[in-house]
Structures are given as C-alpha cells and as structure tokens.
C-alpha cells in the first residue's frame, strides 16, 4: 500500500490508507550526501533566526523556486543548498507562525555565500464566529486579501502546512506502521470490536485528488466493494484542490479544552458528483495544523443506507513545527430501523501511528553533512 489517500470502503467499514506519523521516530542510517558545489556551481549557505530576540528557527524550509530546490533547516536553523548555479537567485524562506521572506542572492561558482534571515512573527485577531451553514460554493479558490486580510494570513499558513507535509514526503522518504481498529455499533446498543491489526505504509503518493472524483465503483461486483479517497493535508497545497473548493473565516473556536483557529471549506456547487467538506484547525499561536474534520459533501445515489461519513484527524509534530497526523477515527453512519435490532447504526476504524523510520535521513540532515 502506498497511496495517502483516506479509502472508505462502502458501507460497512472504513479502510483508510493515508500516512499517519508519531511523534517518536526512528531514522535509518543515511548513505548519500549531500551534493558539494564544484568550480561551475555554488551554495548558499544560511541561518534563520527571529527578528525580536534573534533565537533560530529550527526546522524552517529554504527553497530556490525557479529551480525547485527546496529542503527544512537544521534544529539550529542552518540551511544549506548546494550545486546552484552561477548568478542571481531568489531564495524564499518560511517557517510556520511567521511572515515568509523573498530574498536576492547572488550565487558565485566555487564558493559558498553565507546570508542571514530574519523573520517577523505573525500577529492576527480573529474573533469568535457564531456557527453558520456554509453559503454555496459559486467562486472557488484560495481567498483573497483584499476581502479578509487577518482571513487570508490565516489561510496561507494553513498552506504552509501543507507545503511542509508535501515537503517531506517528497524530500525525506519513510515508512510507517499503524494500529487499526475496526468496530460497529448495533441498533440495539450492543458495540462490538471486529478487528484488531497493523499494517506498514510507504510514505510515496500516488492518488491524486480530481474533482468529484473521490469515489470508485469496481467494473464488476465481484472485483470488491465501492471505495472512497478523501483528500488528505497534502492537497491543501495542490492547486486543482484549491480550485475546487471554497474557504471561509470559522474564526476561534473551542475545541476539546483549546482555543483553535477555524478553516472552513465545501466543493464548488458545480461538482455535481461526490466530493469533500470538512474544517481545519490551527493554533492561534504557532498556526500549527491541530485537527480536521472532514465529509462526504454527497451520499451516491447508488449507495443504499449510508447516511453519513465523517473523518477526524489530529495531528501531531515529528519536529517542531513539521506537522503529522498521529490518529485518525472515521466514522459510517447508517439509515436505522428499530425493527432490526442487530442491523448497524454505525462502523467505526481508528488509526494510530505507533512508529516512523525514514530511509534516507531526516529534516536538517542536508546541512549537517559535509
């Protein structure tokens, strides 16, 4: 298994296949390193530390764009890129829960530059927003500052994290195992455990989320049962997803005893087929993703008895400020008689990280390697 999509399977379980990660990690020794620049190529050598107080950021991500060279900094803040071509370059630098910066450099073949980054902490006020059904989605996309500027900080630091989760899936492969755990509740109040395993994922993508496209139905009935992919926080940072949904100000919100900053989204009206609504939520402070919520935006015709399918996800950090999701608890709902005691009022899976082991080094390593 290899994809990092949420697969549910229809209608009784949930079969989620998406990349969970703990907090705890172990890292698989690293055998290549890091490319040097030789006399047609240089590096840029940085450290980025905070404007009030000067302390480092650690794990902040470094990336030329123009030649889609991109890595996280060391637990010091020291980025390195190597073998840059000669000549003017902008280098781009960010780190959750403050404002990214755009800087000229000039590379010089031979040689390592040294510059130094300073960034300003974010500061927005939200305040609470009552609880609303959200308007139909007429003109998606990502939202504009002109509209909401306290709105649209927030947002791009929701895709920040998403940038950052891209980044290390691409940069920094890993597998990891999960606990699953599926169990159903009967309409006559029994609750019953019907598995208990593990199973052990490679960090690789390979589903990618098109629109109205999140369900799939075998040629013949015989080749399994209809299949749900939910998208996950990496396709917060992908564009096709971006320009199919719409977001809105939730404001703060209290969330299991923390005061969270919401995101809220649904697909473009348009989309006549299924696809997903949910909420994300950040902290206020560090604009760290914390939770998602997320929802079939429409049950299929085709699909007998489904009411309902939701999916919470909170999330964790395998650094600091490097989000990962640590559990996921999705959730079947069904029609219900009363009639029919032992049928289902719901099918419960729940996932939980138990390790993380990356292949080939881990965040901040570029920089540490001669």
């Not at 764009?65 to 781009?92: C, D, I, W």
């Not at 939910?230 to 923390?258: Q, R, W």
């Not at 009363?338 to 082991?357: F, G, M, W, Y």
Request: proline share 7%; with cysteine.
């Amino acid at each position: 298994m290899s994809q990092t999509g949420r697969r549910f399977i229809c209608p009784f379980f949930t079969s989620i296949a998406v990349p969970l990660f703990a907090i705890v990690c172990i890292v698989a020794p690293a055998s290549a390193a890091t490319a040097q620049a030789n006399d047609s190529t240089g590096t840029i050598v940085g450290i980025v530390v905070m404007k009030d107080g000067g302390l480092p950021l650690a794990y902040s991500t470094a990336s030329i764009p123009a030649l889609g060279k991109e890595r996280f900094s060391t637990e010091q803040g020291v980025f390195t890129l190597a073998s840059l071509p000669p000549g003017p370059l902008l280098l781009r630098v960010r780190h959750l829960g403050y404002s990214p910066v755009d800087l000229p450099v000039t590379v010089h073949a031979g040689r390592a530059d040294t510059v130094n980054v300073q960034l300003v902490h974010i500061a927005v006020r939200l305040s609470t927003v009552q609880v609303r059904a959200l308007p139909e989605c007429k003109n998606p996309g990502v939202p504009k500052a002109s509209a909401d500027s306290a709105f649209a900080t927030v947002f791009d630091q929701l895709h920040q994290n998403a940038d950052q989760y891209r980044l290390l899936t691409d940069a920094y492969p890993f597998v990891y195992t999960v606990e699953r755990m599926m169990s159903v509740t009967q309409v006559d109040g029994e609750a019953r455990l019907e598995s208990v395993d593990t199973m052990k994922v490679e960090s690789a993508r390979t589903w990618k989320y098109q629109p109205g496209a999140v369900i799939s139905r075998p040629r013949r009935l015989s080749d399994g049962p209809m299949t749900m992919s939910i998208p996950t926080l990496v396709h917060f940072a992908d564009k096709v997803f971006l320009d199919n949904h719409c977001f809105y100000n939730g404001g703060l919100e209290m969330v299991e005893g923390s005061e969270l900053l919401r995101v809220d989204f649904n697909a473009a009206s348009r989309i006549k087929d299924p696809d997903v609504d949910g909420a994300m939520y950040l902290d206020p402070n560090s604009f760290q993703i914390r939770r998602s919520v997320l929802r079939l935006s429409r049950i299929p015709k085709d699909v007998r008895g489904l009411e309902k399918i939701e999916a919470v996800t909170r999330f964790g950090e395998v650094l600091p400020s490097i989000p990962l999701i640590a559990s996921i608890v999705s959730v079947n709902e069904f029609q219900t008689n009363v009639k029919q005691p032992k049928s289902l009022v719901s099918a419960t899976e729940q996932q939980r990280l138990t390790r993380v082991e990356f292949l080939k080094g881990m965040p901040g390593d570029d920089a540490k390697k001669p």
